[in-house]
């Protein structure tokens, strides 16, 4: 499989998800073909630093199981 490629849309939720200590897993699960290497480039500030993170994440993102 081909590693997917980051897109300017991708990188808010990805960085609010990390920042909500979502696992990396997570987020590429959410983004089929997104390797754990792309997500810590935007973490990073490698691929598309000036972007901020989103405010909330989108309703299909999957969430924790509550406690």
Excluded: C, E
Aim: hydrophobic share 45%.
């Amino acid at each position: 499989m081909q590693d997917r490629k980051v897109t300017p849309d991708m990188v808010p939720v990805i960085k609010l998800a990390r920042h909500l200590d979502i696992p990396y897993s997570w987020i590429s699960g959410y983004y089929p073909g997104l390797n754990f290497g792309r997500i810590a480039d935007v973490m990073s500030g490698k691929l598309f630093p000036d972007i901020p993170a989103a405010t909330r994440l989108p309703p299909d993102f999957p969430m924790r199981a509550a406690a």
